[in-house]
Structure formats: structure tokens, C-alpha cells
């Protein structure tokens, strides 16, 4: 029996998360979440931005879990996930107004945070919004201990995981059509990044 999984760092960004979401993703649309997780987001900001129908996403083991979350919710623009794994061909077919990822490309290898990147080349709408949370190095440096002593955690796990420097991320981002258009502040030195899709 699968238990209903928890993430208490969910709880404790989901609002700071939705203030820039409720900016970004002003109007209708289908918006792809990508690694979607225990689902908590989902829930979360599907009842919150109730004009949007929001696509959760993750690779197969995670579907369970979030599927628990979806069932109580119970919330009719919480659409069915989607199983994905970004260095597979089996994105969907759609074309998304916007995508969400929280806390994802640390913990993917460079190589898998490039197939991700093509990956939503091929399913965004023009003018597409994308935003990605989580943290991120500047000019190669951390901005906190805090996010030094969680990055040598990650590396100890795997040597292919790892902070990302938000130059890096966003010379990335342009070869696949994303612009840059803003960098906010969060709780817990994480940053949200919000590219606008030009192609």
C-alpha cells in the first residue's frame, strides 16, 4: 500500500511561490508542472489559481504517491499526471501557456537539466511563461552557507548533482528560445526564475 507522501519544504514555499504565479500565470491555460513529486504543489496552487488547468508530471515511482493527494483533493482542474522523464521521448503532444518546476534541476545531472530545457522547446506555446524555483549560485558562488553545506549533501550522493549557477541556467535557457525576465527572492535562499518563451 502506498502512503501519502510529505514535503514540509512544500508547505513552507507554496505561498511565496503563488504570489509570483498568480503575476505570471494571469490567464487561462494548461500549465505543465514538471517533477511534480509528493503532488502537494499541485494541489496547492490548482486550488488557488482556479482559471488554469494545471498538468502535474514526474517519472513513474512518483505517480502513486501525488495520485493520493490528487484523489482527496479532488479538484476538476487538476488534470490526470502525466508520467515524464525529460531524457525520454515521452513528452506529451500539447502545447503549454506555462510550466512550474520546483526543486528539480539540483537534483538532475547537467545533461538531464539539458534534455529538459529541449524538451520544453518542443511543447510550449508561443509567449509561454516557465518558472523554475529552487537555488542557485551567482558568478559561480553560493549565496549562503546554508546552500554550500546542501550542495556538498548532494554531491556526497551524487557527484552529477549539484547547485546550478544561474548564468549557466540562462545561457541554457536562450538556446531554446527563453528569455529571462525576472529573478525573485524566496524564503530559504531559493530564488524563482520566470523565462518567457520567444519562439
Same mark, same amino acid.
Given at each position: 500500500m502506498t502512503d501519502k507522501p510529505f514535503s514540509q519544504a512544500c508547505e513552507n514555499n507554496k505561498r511565496p511561490i503563488l504570489a509570483v504565479l498568480r503575476q505570471v500565470f494571469g490567464?487561462?491555460?494548461?500549465? @505543465?508542472?514538471?517533477?511534480?513529486?509528493?503532488?502537494?504543489?499541485?494541489?496547492f496552487f490548482a486550488g488557488q489559481l482556479p482559471h488554469l488547468h494545471w498538468q502535474p508530471s514526474?517519472?513513474?515511482?512518483?505517480?502513486?504517491?501525488m495520485s493520493l493527494w490528487f484523489a482527496e483533493a479532488g479538484l476538476a482542474n487538476l488534470l490526470p499526471p502525466l508520467v515524464l522523464d525529460v531524457t525520454q521521448d515521452g513528452w506529451p503532444a500539447g502545447r503549454y501557456q506555462g510550466v512550474f518546476t520546483a526543486n528539480t534541476l539540483h537534483i538532475m545531472s547537467w545533461s538531464e537539466v539539458e534534455a529538459?530545457?529541449?524538451?520544453? %522547446?518542443?511543447?510550449?506555446?508561443?509567449e509561454a511563461w516557465v518558472?523554475?524555483?529552487?537555488?542557485?549560485?551567482?558568478?559561480g558562488r553560493f549565496t549562503s552557507p546554508s546552500n554550500r553545506a546542501f550542495d556538498a549533501? @548532494?554531491?556526497?550522493?551524487?557527484?552529477?548533482m549539484g547547485i546550478r549557477d544561474i548564468a549557466d541556467v540562462t545561457e541554457l535557457a536562450e538556446r531554446h528560445g527563453? %528569455?529571462?525576465? %525576472?529573478d525573485h527572492a524566496m524564503p530559504a535562499n531559493n530564488r524563482l526564475l520566470v523565462f518567457q518563451y520567444h519562439r
Open positions: 490567464r487561462s491555460g494548461v500549465v @505543465l508542472e514538471v517533477g511534480s513529486g509528493t503532488g502537494q504543489h499541485g494541489v514526474d517519472r513513474a515511482e512518483n505517480i502513486p504517491g529538459m530545457f529541449a524538451g520544453l %522547446a518542443r511543447v510550449l506555446a508561443p518558472c523554475i524555483y529552487g537555488p542557485f549560485n551567482y558568478e549533501m @548532494l554531491r556526497s550522493q551524487n557527484s552529477r527563453l %528569455a529571462l525576465q %525576472a
